[in-house]
């Protein structure tokens, strides 16, 4: 059988967003597939619910995303980059056959569509600047158009990038499309790639102002709720003011107000309003509710206050089809699950579908639930329940054909105790563990012995967050089977902090990120060597994000690894919370600021304790991750050599803080091999010297398109 690989990662097939027809009889979704080493491709496709194969609805020109069919089923909205370069805009398939046409011809490029329920319009979002809206631009803009680059660049505002870009006076607006009038005498992608330049005429813009206006839904079919963020200064403000919108009269009127972090509202026709509230004394260590506001009475509900589970990173809800139940994920001790809860609070939210599997997204409809989601056998598919969860069928198997000669190990839950709490880990062996390599449709059986006659080396991966959790599959299923597959035993934890096991578990780091997190990890990781086959003597320690500030702090309390690679970390707070998006994280979770108390963030950061690092130790960054920015890596890369510590810096140029999750797939395949390079150089299982003494890019993929050292697509620093 063929082993797992990181070049693998060009195999391997995503599919997200599915979206139930309103029929209940075709679920569309994303298909995503590595193109070459620069380029992902993504595409719709359209699966039946009676079992036969998807099949691809748009074509492979640019890359499509947010597919939503009409009302009544007859057309598909998605947005698409095809012909436009990066910029995308809302194209319409007719489903019965035809060409997509596209809609906007708009400046900001278009996210968060959603269609009136009457059909006639479709809801969008785009950044744009004030002078696009002066200018028209954001209804309307030259095809060749595109934007000057600042010169010098002047700042004004407390948040001016985000992702991988400068906002440059960029804020969020929602706008309105109208399909009929667009299609009529809007933009056409003809096929000889000339554009009808009356395209705003279809395009009305609802908002205003020097502020972020998100979550936009529709209610009825003249009325549309979205929110305001407020405050003197509206980027060190959590407040937003929820707003509707009669599109008839073009009257707002604001009827409630929440804190924390929106990601979208959703409504019913009959004015129900549901959105997300997060205490703002309790913004990052606090739980993250449902609430229902309640437009005729002005009575606001919170249905899922009864459930000791947050509505955090990476989950979604919707209203079903009649308006009466609210349909959400959260973690959940190592899963992330869907649950179903009464609008008004009448019932406890009911657990409805989910145990040992990663939701990532899901659709209701007036029958099922389409749902797309990872599990610990395979890296992503659809499948469709019943609304109550009671029955379960598997729509595709996009990667079946990769997967049928690949071994894949299932993890073994590990349940041990840390400093008086349970925490939850995995424990992933390699493919030869007990003398027989398996693909995945040859799980052994429960019971089934797994005495190992050799032991192996043991991997610790800590994720990030540092509120967020860990499961058997979601974005990390290739990494941590690669490295088994090259030998590793690797262990991964939920330890304190993390969601999924209540506010009082991950609320437990509060002013204290690196000891109370290494506390458990390390419990973990004797729990783990009490095994034969685990040697005690060849631990490796890796994460990203807060899980590499966790790998360096490590480093600097404890020499028990033989290698580190610390990934996008932070590494002094101070220094971080000055140049990240995210600079809430350190009010919230250690409730300070630098100019409050500068000794005990330095205390509380890797950087302070670098003398004390003996650990060899990788420093993995990206050139525009503008999250965890480069230049705290920097400071712990710098002090590494300082003192006298085997490392290497590595950028990638182009990325931001996704790129183990959605960055250049050419970029995705060298940092896993970058990884295992580094550890097996310090390895006695492996027969390969440390990466400081070999060529720069032996062992490597890239080697086989570039031999001159460095490539073009990493760069690389050391003495």
């Excluded at 596209?102 to 785009?126: C, H, I, K």
């Excluded at 990872?374 to 997967?403: I, K």
């Excluded at 299982?685 to 890019?697: G, I, N, T, W």
């Amino acid at each position: 059988m063929n082993r797992i690989e990181a070049a693998d990662y060009h195999d391997l097939v995503q599919p997200a967003n599915p979206q139930l027809s309103p029929e209940g009889d075709r679920v569309a979704f994303v298909r995503r597939t590595p193109e070459d080493d620069e380029t992902t491709a993504a595409t719709i496709h359209v699966v039946p619910v009676g079992g036969d194969e998807p099949r691809q609805f748009t074509a492979s020109d640019g890359v499509d995303g947010q597919p939503r069919w009409s009302p009544d089923g007859s057309r598909l909205a998605f947005a698409s980059t095809r012909g436009d370069g990066d910029r995308q805009q809302v194209w319409v398939l007719p489903t019965d056959g035809g060409e997509a046409r596209r809609v906007t011809g708009v400046v900001g490029g278009v996210d968060g569509l959603e269609w009136s329920p009457d059909g006639s319009r479709l809801l969008f979002t785009q950044r744009v600047t004030a002078v696009d809206r002066e200018t028209g631009r954001d209804v309307a803009v030259e095809p060749e158009y595109e934007p000057d680059e600042p010169d010098p660049r002047v700042i004004d505002r407390m948040i001016y990038r985000a992702g991988t870009e400068y906002l440059d006076g960029r804020r969020s607006h929602v706008y309105v499309l109208d399909v009929e009038a667009a299609l009529e005498d809007g933009v056409d992608a003809s096929a000889d790639g000339e554009d009808d330049t009356d395209a705003g005429a279809a395009v009305t813009r609802l908002t205003d102002g020097d502020a972020d206006h998100v979550g936009p839904t529709w209610g009825d079919s003249e009325t549309v709720y979205y929110a305001t963020k407020v405050g003197e200064q509206p980027d060190d403000s959590v407040t937003y003011d929820l707003v509707e919108h009669d599109i008839g009269t073009d009257e707002r009127t604001e009827f409630t107000q929440t804190t924390g972090w929106i990601s979208g509202l959703e409504a019913t026709a009959d004015a129900r309003v549901a959105f997300e509230y997060t205490d703002e004394e309790r913004l990052t260590l606090g739980q993250t509710e449902l609430r229902v506001h309640d437009r005729s009475t002005g009575d606001e509900t919170t249905p899922t206050e009864p459930l000791d589970r947050t509505i955090g990173h990476n989950s979604t809800f919707e209203w079903g089809p009649e308006g009466e139940s609210l349909y959400f994920t959260t973690p959940d001790e190592g899963s992330r699950v869907l649950w179903s809860v009464p609008g008004d609070a009448s019932e406890e939210p009911t657990r409805v579908y989910g145990e040992g599997v990663t939701v990532e997204s899901f659709s209701v409809g007036s029958d099922a639930v389409a749902v797309a989601q990872s599990e610990w056998d395979h890296p992503g598919d659809l499948f469709l329940t019943t609304r109550g969860g009671a029955e379960t069928v598997r729509l595709t198997r996009v990667n079946h054909e990769y997967l049928s000669d690949r071994p894949v190990r299932q993890p073994e839950e590990v349940w041990f105790e840390s400093d008086g709490h349970e925490v939850q880990g995995w424990l992933l062996t390699p493919p030869e563990f007990g003398g027989e390599v398996r693909s995945t449709s040859e799980a052994p059986s429960e019971g089934e012995s797994r005495a190992a006659e050799e032991t192996y080396p043991l991997v610790v991966e800590i994720h990030g967050g540092p509120h967020s959790q860990w499961t058997t599959s979601g974005t990390m299923w290739h990494e941590f089977q690669t490295l088994a597959a090259r030998g590793y035993v690797v262990f991964w934890s939920n330890p304190r902090g993390s969601t999924g096991y209540g506010e009082t578990h991950a609320s437990a780091i509060e002013r204290d990120w690196g000891d109370v997190t290494l506390t458990d990890v390390l419990a973990g990781v004797d729990a783990v060597c009490e095994r034969e086959y685990v040697d005690e003597d060849e631990l490796f320690v890796t994460g990203g994000s807060f899980g590499g500030f966790m790998t360096a702090w490590t480093v600097t309390q404890t020499d028990r690894f033989r290698a580190a690679v610390s990934q996008r970390g932070v590494y002094d707070l101070s220094s971080f919370y000055g140049s990240t998006d995210a600079f809430k994280l350190i009010e919230g979770d250690f409730g300070t600021t630098p100019w409050a108390e500068p000794e005990f963030l330095w205390e509380q950061s890797p950087v302070a304790h670098v003398p004390n690092v003996e650990t060899p130790t990788l420093v993995v960054h990206s050139d525009r991750d503008y999250r965890t920015p480069a230049n705290t890596a920097e400071l712990f890369y710098l002090g590494l050599k300082k003192h006298g510590v085997d490392t290497r810096l590595v950028r990638y140029p182009r990325e931001g803080h996704e790129l183990s999750r959605s960055g250049e797939p050419g970029h995705i395949v060298d940092r896993i091999e970058r990884i295992a390079r580094w550890f097996d150089g310090y390895s006695s299982y492996h027969e390969a010297s440390p990466a400081l003494e070999r060529e720069r890019d032996a062992g490597l993929s890239s080697a086989a398109d570039d031999n001159e050292g460095a490539t073009d697509e990493t760069s690389e620093t050391d003495a």
